[in-house]
Each structure stands twice: as structure tokens, then as C-alpha cells.
């Protein structure tokens, strides 16, 4: 066959079609024919400009969406999963930890423990007796941290630190932020960094059978795929299959919204092939197993396979079993209705539906997938929060991102950087529970039946930078998902009269000025009369200087001071220091009105800040592939004078050193501090 038999070819096709014309006349007819030739060029020409067209059009958008992903790799935002995270943590050298928790702390940062560093993974660690060599990649760091170093340990401790290669000391390095939930809808995160020579074969074949058969052949897409999701699509007259392979998957999650259109299908076809033309089959596979998402286990979010292994069955990777591989393979598609704890049944046959997909593929062999469906699944009940989980943090800073308005599509794509530091957040769970077990102790005598628990609360923050180092709001997240940090109103008590003091300094009244420490009435209003009480009922009679009256916490010198400054005076120092506006009744001075702890903490940034009250921080950064869309700066008001704070701070520590807070020493610390105790019971 040549050039000249097609071109006879489609001469005789046309004059047939002319010949079967009933419609037009012998004329028309004979004036085709004659033309014919030119007509058949002309359509010919035409096609190969409309070919031209979609070619060129086809060839743009490619191009487009390749710098898209070229961008992302460049950039390496790609290697940093959007979701909320953490601070860096800070490890210092004297620090007091053990060996093993700094190689969970590595872990939950998303380090490799081994030799090799992973493609993706932040960095890798190995162990060498009491010293453990930590690389981080360069994505994960900043220009001034080291790229090596060598954390020594000495018992509990860890002794040195030092630069790899310099032998530098150093007094601390920075471990890169550790991710608080990749969900927004989740209250929790658990996820695990991974390298493909880690992903067992029966799990590779899992995934493969199921998700995408031809995985390491294709070039991003699956053709035959398409064409066979395509009929199937237009016999039910919507997308009811898509045809996608691992690779589009990844994009889809990685780079588009989860729209069902054909056009985000093209798009995605183009970045697939875009994508496996820039990274390998195993780096594909290895970010898809990383990032995948496995549902819920309670209200923890669960991301890829590793920690679905452990957190499903309590195992790591190399020791599933076929069945155990099927079911979490089983689980991509559609996670929450696949979910073990309310849909097993659904779950189990899904599972099943993998099992003879892999032996279809030839990856199981005999009866293995008739023994798999048989086994029984030894799954492990929903996970609780681990100790240094943020839930109600997570819940604050949702908020704050809701303020943002931004796109409900967009939120999913963003990095969140936030001013939690975990291992405080550790701390302040444990104190909270532990405290409460006592609390419940001492109440265990009295029937509380049909009564709630008594709850508690904690927020600590810089009072320099306004960030929030911890923030817990309630007993049990799970019980009670109200922030009582950020939206209980109670009685502050005598955590107040710090501020009737600063206002009666401001005022010209001294510390070192005395009052009367005894019971006696105030008149105020019409008529009206107030008769302060101290705590205990206990007076000395004598005159205490007003320095000494706050170390001991005197409500009637409270008082009085209150109203020798002035009571509209109190109220406008409280409103400046970031309280709600109490109303000018003497009660006031007792704390006598309603504000959270949030809004206390922000007031006593003021005493700590050197009279300049700082408001709280939750959010340092707003991120979206690699570029910043906030970067987040407290909001800070002058106050009060320094030399004010200062004597006010003074006072405090005394406070904690002889007076009613003095308890703190009891208990063994000797660093310094001030503080002030409070009850809502004073007023």
C-alpha cells in the first residue's frame, strides 16, 4: 500500500457517497464531482489545523501544569505535607531526657531511623551506644543549622551536643516541626515517615492489585484503564469509575481539589505524566504509601500505611500478613465507610475483594486467598490521645483559620505553622490529669451522683513573643469538646488584684503606704454598704504596707486600695490590660466579674513584659506551596511603665516565695518566678 492507493481510496469513498445523495440535483452533483479533488483537500487541510489546534492547545496546558509540579519540586513543599504542625522542638544539651524518648521525638518528626535518608522523610538518625547520629535534610532546616550532629548521652541526660565533621559544641539544635493533624477534621495526627525498601512485597502486591495493576510499567496513565472506565461511565451516564492510577492519585491529593469533572481528569492525567517523567517509580510509590489516608482510629487521623499498620494492628510493616495487607489496601478506596470500628462487616468484604484481585494477578498463589478471607483480623481498639497531643489547640486555631476566609478547597492545601511546643503540651497534659486523679480522690468521699467531674484548664504563654506553648481545655476532650482556656467566663478572684495594685501605683500611691488590716463596712452608691472579708475571716488589726498586703492576699487592703485609686480607674486599667470591663462595684477588686483564663494570661503579660501587654499567638505562619500567605505577629499595647511592672513583678515574687503561693517552693523548684494564687469565693 502507498500514498497513491489511499488517495484512490478516498476519491472512490466519496463519489459513492455522492452517488448515494438522493438530495441534491444532477448539477450539484456533476459540480462535486468535477471538485472533487479540492474538497477532499480542503476537509483534509482543515482537519490537520483543527489536529494543529487541539496539538497546540494539549501541548500549553501540559506545559503549564508540568511548571506546576516542577515548581512544587523545586521548592520542595512537595516533601512538606500540608496540615497544622507544631514548633520546632528545641533539644539542648544538660536536657534532661532519655535516650529512648529522643528517638520517639525523632520518629513523630518524621526522621528515618537508619543509614539511608529517605527521599522524603525530613532526615534519618542511627544509634551508636549512648549516641545517636542525626542527619536532617535541607528542605526540613534552616541555612544556619548544622546538617549532622551528635547528641551524647550521660544516663538520663543528654550530655553533649556537637557539629558533625567541625566537632563544634553546641548549646541546642532545632528538630524540625512536628505535624499536629494533617485533617482539620481530625483532633489528632499520627503519621510516620517511610522509604520504599521498607514497603514489604505482599503489601506492594495489595496495593497493585487493587489500585493500579500495571503500576511499574505505565507511564503515569493507563490507557486501557481510561477506555474501560470511560464505557462505563457513559453506559450509567455519570463518572462512576475513574480509570486512575497511583500516580494520579497522588496528584490529586498532592495538587487538585476532589472534584468528579473531566477536565480536572485531563489535568490530572497531564501532572501524572508529568511527575513520573521527574521522579522514579519508587520515589512515586514511596510519597503515595507516606501520604495516603486510612481513616480515623477514634480521633486520630491516620496517614499512611506504616502507622495504619500499628495503629490497626499494632505491627510494623514486615510482619503483615496477606489478609492484614489486603485490608488496609482494601481501605484507599474509601476509607470512612470501610472504617473497622463502624463498618467491619463492609470492611471484611472489601478486604476479601483485594484477596482475589491479588490471586487474579498472579500474587497469591493456590488457596492463599481463600485461607486470607478465612483469617481472623486481630484489630486493636480506637486509639486515645497520646500524651502530647493538642486537641483543644488544634479546635483554637481552627478558628482562628476560619477568620482567614478562606476557601474551604484551599484549607486542605495549607501548612499551618503554629506556636505549640509539644513537649510543654506533654507536660501540661500530665500535670492536668495528675492533678485531677487527686482532685477526684478527695471528692470520692462526698456523693456526687448525676453531678459532673470537676474540670480544669491550662494555657501558658511567652509573654515576650505572645505565643501559646500550651493550651488545655477540659479533663477529656473526647467528653467535653468546649475550650473552658477560651470560652469559660469565670471569677477570676484574687488573680485580679495585681491590676487594683498597678492602678493605685499609677495613682501616686505608694507601696511602701500602709492600711488598716481590719473588718469594716464601705459605703458606696446610694445607701449601699460593703463589708470586705478577708479569707479565713483572719484580721491582724495593725497597719500593713500595701506591698505586704498583696504577697498576703488581704481582700479589705485590696479594697480599700481600689477605692483610693478609683473604681472607674480599676476597670480602665483591667479593659487596657485585655479584660473584659468589669463594672465599678468594690466587689471588683475581689475579681468580683468574669473573664477566661486566656484573658488573664494576656493581662499578666503586661507585669512580665515590662508594662507591655502582649496578645496571644497561635499561628506563626500560613503557608501554600512553599509561598506565605500570613505570617503571623502578636499585637502588643504600652500599659503600663516599666518601673510599674517591675514593682508589681517584685511583689509576685514574693508572693511565691513566703506568701500564698509559696506551695511552688514546697514542691522543690527553685528557679525563679511570680505568680499569684486566686479564688472566685473571695467577693
Not at 30 to 57: D, F, P, Y
Not at 369 to 377: F, N, S, T, V
Not at 548 to 560: K, P, T
Request: net charge positive; with cysteine; charged share 25%.
Amino acid at each position: 500500500m502507498n500514498g497513491r492507493y489511499w488517495r484512490d481510496s478516498v476519491i472512490h469513498t466519496f463519489d459513492s457517497l455522492i452517488q448515494r445523495s438522493r438530495g441534491f440535483g444532477n448539477t450539484t452533483i456533476c459540480a462535486l464531482r468535477t471538485h472533487r479533488k479540492q474538497i477532499i483537500a480542503g476537509i483534509g487541510l482543515s482537519l490537520l489545523l483543527v489536529t494543529l489546534l487541539v496539538s497546540a492547545e494539549l501541548i500549553s496546558t501540559y506545559t503549564h501544569y508540568a511548571a506546576i509540579v516542577d515548581a512544587r519540586l523545586k521548592d520542595q513543599s512537595l516533601f512538606q505535607p500540608p496540615g497544622m504542625y507544631a514548633s520546632p522542638r528545641r533539644v539542648s544539651a544538660g536536657q534532661r531526657v532519655t535516650q529512648e524518648n529522643l528517638i520517639q521525638e525523632l520518629l513523630r518528626a518524621g526522621y528515618l531511623q537508619g543509614s539511608q535518608p529517605g527521599d522524603f522523610a525530613v532526615g534519618n538518625f542511627t544509634v551508636d551506644g549512648s549516641s545517636i547520629e542525626i542527619h536532617t535534610n535541607g528542605f526540613a532546616r534552616d541555612e544556619s543549622s548544622p546538617a549532622v550532629v551528635h547528641a551524647n548521652f550521660r544516663k538520663d541526660e543528654i550530655a553533649e551536643l556537637r557539629e558533625a565533621g567541625t566537632g563544634k559544641k553546641l548549646n541546642y539544635i532545632l528538630l524540625p516541626a512536628e505535624m499536629l493533624t494533617a485533617d482539620f477534621n481530625a483532633r489528632n495526627q499520627t503519621r510516620r515517615a517511610i522509604s520504599f525498601d521498607e514497603l514489604p512485597q505482599v503489601l506492594l502486591n495489595a496495593i497493585c492489585a487493587i489500585e493500579d495493576r500495571r503500576f511499574f510499567s505505565h507511564n503515569g496513565v493507563d490507557f486501557a484503564a481510561v477506555v474501560r472506565a470511560a464505557l462505563k461511565n457513559l453506559k450509567h451516564g455519570n463518572i462512576r469509575e475513574g480509570g486512575s492510577t497511583i500516580t494520579q492519585q497522588l496528584v490529586k491529593n498532592e495538587f487538585l481539589t476532589p472534584e468528579k469533572t473531566y477536565r480536572r481528569k485531563i489535568v490530572e492525567a497531564m501532572m501524572a505524566i508529568a511527575l513520573e517523567r521527574r521522579l522514579n517509580k519508587r520515589q512515586i510509590m514511596t510519597l503515595y504509601c507516606d501520604r495516603v489516608y486510612l481513616g480515623h482510629s477514634g480521633i486520630t487521623a491516620v496517614y499512611g500505611f506504616r502507622q495504619g499498620a500499628q495503629v490497626f494492628f499494632g505491627k510494623e510493616l514486615d510482619r503483615l500478613t496477606a489478609s492484614e495487607a489486603a485490608f488496609l489496601a482494601g481501605m484507599v478506596k474509601a476509607p470512612n465507610r470501610y472504617s473497622p470500628y463502624d463498618n467491619l462487616d463492609e470492611a471484611l468484604i472489601r478486604r476479601n475483594i483485594v484477596l482475589q484481585a491479588m490471586a487474579e494477578a498472579g500474587f497469591l498463589a493456590g488457596d492463599a486467598a481463600r485461607i486470607g478471607e478465612a483469617e481472623q483480623l486481630a484489630l486493636l481498639p480506637p486509639q486515645k490521645l497520646d500524651d502530647s497531643a493538642a486537641p483543644y489547640f488544634i479546635d483554637y486555631v481552627k478558628r482562628e483559620i476560619g477568620n482567614l476566609k478562606i476557601d474551604e478547597e484551599e484549607r486542605l492545601r495549607l501548612r499551618v505553622e503554629t506556636s505549640i511546643d509539644l513537649g510543654l503540651q506533654q507536660a501540661a497534659n500530665q500535670i492536668i490529669a495528675d492533678h485531677l486523679s487527686r482532685i477526684d480522690k478527695l471528692v470520692a468521699k462526698y456523693k456526687r451522683d448525676g453531678k459532673p467531674q470537676p474540670q480544669a484548664a491550662m494555657v501558658a504563654m511567652d509573654p515576650r513573643s505572645g505565643e501559646i506553648l500550651a493550651m488545655v481545655g477540659g479533663r477529656d476532650y473526647r467528653e467535653s469538646q468546649m475550650n473552658r482556656v477560651s470560652d469559660a467566663f469565670r471569677q477570676p478572684g484574687s488573680v485580679f488584684k495585681p491590676i487594683v495594685y498597678a492602678t493605685a501605683l499609677t495613682r501616686g500611691i505608694s507601696p511602701a503606704e500602709t492600711f488598716v488590716n481590719a473588718p469594716h463596712d464601705i459605703e458606696f452608691g446610694y445607701k449601699a454598704v460593703y463589708r470586705p472579708r478577708n479569707f479565713g475571716d483572719s484580721y491582724s488589726n495593725q497597719p500593713v504596707m500595701l506591698r505586704e498586703a498583696l504577697v498576703r492576699s488581704l481582700n479589705v487592703v485590696a479594697v480599700d486600695a481600689a477605692m483610693r485609686a478609683g473604681l472607674g480607674n480599676v476597670a480602665a486599667m483591667a479593659e487596657r490590660m485585655g479584660l473584659p470591663r468589669p463594672e465599678t462595684y468594690p466587689s471588683m477588686a475581689l475579681g468580683a466579674f468574669e473573664a477566661t483564663p486566656l484573658d488573664l494570661a494576656r493581662a499578666y503579660t503586661t507585669f512580665a513584659n515590662n508594662g507591655m501587654r502582649t496578645d496571644p499567638l497561635a499561628v506563626r505562619a500560613v503557608k501554600q506551596n512553599g509561598f506565605d500567605l500570613i505570617t503571623g505577629e502578636a499585637t502588643k499595647s504600652a500599659v503600663l511603665g516599666a518601673s510599674t511592672a517591675y514593682v508589681v513583678t517584685d511583689a509576685l515574687s514574693d508572693v511565691v516565695n513566703r506568701g500564698t503561693a509559696s506551695r511552688i517552693r514546697q514542691m522543690g523548684y527553685r528557679g525563679p518566678a511570680a505568680g499569684k494564687t486566686g479564688t472566685s469565693r473571695d467577693a
